[in-house]
Each structure stands twice: as structure tokens, then as C-alpha cells.
Nanobody
Framework: EMQLVESGGGLVQAGGSLRLSCVAS????????IGWFRQAPGKEREGVSC????????YYTDDVQGRFTISTDNAKNTMYLDMSRLQSTDTAVYYC???????????????????WGQGTHVTVSS
């Protein structure tokens, strides 16, 4: 069974940058759809970005477009979310998610993903 282990969260000042990592094990990495989601206090979980490992196609939600970058290192079975120009509204628990033999699509939703990381906290101070 696939396992996802996240790291990289923390406290950062507004305008700063942070990199989240997620290491996958237990499945063929090259055929994954990978998503990053977040859940802010008192709010529902929402999608941030996704990538199809097989072809590198990515999607971003409007409020992170141009500030966040999703990527993978296939040799390390690792995916990343590079976050820059962070805002207080980016404060949330961030989750990576994966679905084997699938593709990232522009209407990606948490219901599309079966496997989830444990979550990592990101706090942006203003």
C-alpha cells in the first residue's frame, strides 16, 4: 500500500518562501497523479495544485497561481511544493495526496485521491 510522508512546514513571515516535500513509497511513482491540498482553521480542505508525473502537466488554483510551483524528482520518489510570496491567508495544514494510474485534471478534487500524507503545518505571520 502506498505511503506518503511530508516534511517542510513551519513558521514563515509574510512575503517569505517555504518548500514542502512529500516522499512516496509502495507504488509506481511514474504513473501517479499527485495533488497538494490545504485546510485552514475553520475551513474545508481545498485543492492547491496537482501534477501528472507521467507527462508533467500541472494545474494551480487561482490564489496560488504564480506563487506556488509543484514539481517531482522521480529518482527520489519525491514531490515538492515550492511556495513563495506567502500571505497570511496561506496559513493551513498542507497535505500531499496521490492516486495511482491517474492524471491531474483542472477540476481536481480531494475525492480524486486515495492516498494521503499526514499533513504539515504552515503558518505565515503578518
Amino acid at each position: 500500500e502506498m505511503q506518503l510522508v511530508e516534511s517542510g512546514g513551519g513558521l514563515v513571515q509574510a512575503g517569505g518562501s517555504l518548500r514542502l516535500s512529500c516522499v512516496a513509497s509502495g507504488s509506481t511513482f511514474e504513473h501517479l497523479a499527485i495533488g497538494w491540498f490545504r485546510q485552514a482553521p475553520g475551513k474545508e480542505r481545498e485543492g492547491v495544485s496537482c501534477i501528472s508525473v507521467s507527462d508533467g502537466i500541472t494545474y494551480y488554483t487561482d490564489d496560488v497561481q504564480g506563487r506556488f510551483t509543484i514539481s517531482t524528482d522521480n529518482a527520489k520518489n519525491t514531490m515538492y511544493l515550492d511556495m513563495s510570496r506567502l500571505q497570511s491567508t496561506d496559513t493551513a495544514v498542507y497535505y500531499c495526496a496521490a492516486e495511482p494510474f491517474s492524471l491531474c485534471e483542472d477540476d481536481f478534487d480531494d475525492e480524486d485521491y486515495e492516498y494521503w500524507g499526514q499533513g504539515t503545518h504552515v503558518t505565515v505571520s503578518s
